[in-house]
């Protein structure tokens, strides 16, 4: 059984164009995070969940929405997709917000 | 602004060499220093170090944390073509924002036959 799990796992669309990644976790984690690895491989946070609260959010543009329907789950919708909103995306979840993250298998996102 | 930086960037041994791999940090709140390893899909946990001194060992990896110098190596003995893979170093920080984990850029490592 696949412990995190996204989908899906390669999204080619136009820009302007409104697309979501969905994640779940079955690790029974509370804590929930989404990354954004950029083409030179750098992983940078974007959003975490902690019980169904936004508990960081870096300097990201407010076209990325997370939303956590469950602690199993944190879905990142994006608007108005740009070109250099191409990157892989990953979600992860900890079982604490101080425990090691365990890692999705990636979305790979490409903007034409 | 929190940093952490990684050396070499890429690294290219032949089996059976002992490699090291570098990692300094300098941010604020300092929690722990993780090590991931990224083939080609999801970065997998290998250590976490809270304490300076005390070496973490799994197999043929092996890893330290000095907190006086901000800084943590990754050894890797008698490397197999199987351990090529980019090597992320990560910083735990803990601030009024919650907790959040600060990646380096990675170690990019190849080994040949």
């Known amino acids: 059984d696949t412990a995190v799990s996204q989908t899906p796992k390669y999204l080619v669309t136009q820009m302007g164009n409104d697309k979501s990644i969905k994640c779940e976790q079955n690790?029974?984690?509370?804590?929930m995070y989404w990354y954004k690895q950029d083409s030179k491989k750098f992983l940078k946070i974007m959003f975490s969940?902690?019980?169904?609260?936004?508990?960081i959010n870096e300097t990201v543009p407010n076209r990325f929405s997370p939303k956590s329907p469950d602690k199993a789950h944190l879905n990142l919708h994006i608007n108005s997709l740009e070109l250099g909103d191409s990157a892989v995306y990953f979600c992860a979840s900890s079982l604490r917000p101080n425990s090691p993250l365990h890692f999705g298998n990636g979305t790979r996102l490409t903007v034409t | 602004e929190d940093k952490v930086v990684q050396s070499p960037l890429s690294l290219v041994v032949h089996e059976g060499d002992t490699v090291t791999l570098n990692c300094s940090y300098e941010v604020t709140n300092f929690r722990s220093l993780l090590w991931y390893k990224q083939e080609k899909k999801a970065p997998t946990f290998l250590f976490m170090l809270?304490?300076?001194?005390i070496e973490k060992k799994s197999g043929r990896l092996s890893s330290i944390l000095d907190k006086k110098e901000l800084f943590s190596i990754l050894n890797i003995t008698a490397t197999q073509t199987g351990d090529s893979a980019v090597y992320l170093c990560?910083?735990?920080?803990?601030?009024?924002?919650?907790?959040?984990?600060?990646f380096g850029k990675g170690t990019s490592l190849l080994v040949t036959p």
């Open positions: 969940y902690n019980n169904k609260e936004l508990i």
């Open positions: 990560a910083a735990h920080t803990n601030s009024n924002s919650g907790y959040a984990l600060n």
């Open positions: 809270t304490s300076s001194g």
């Open positions: 690790l029974g984690h509370d804590t």
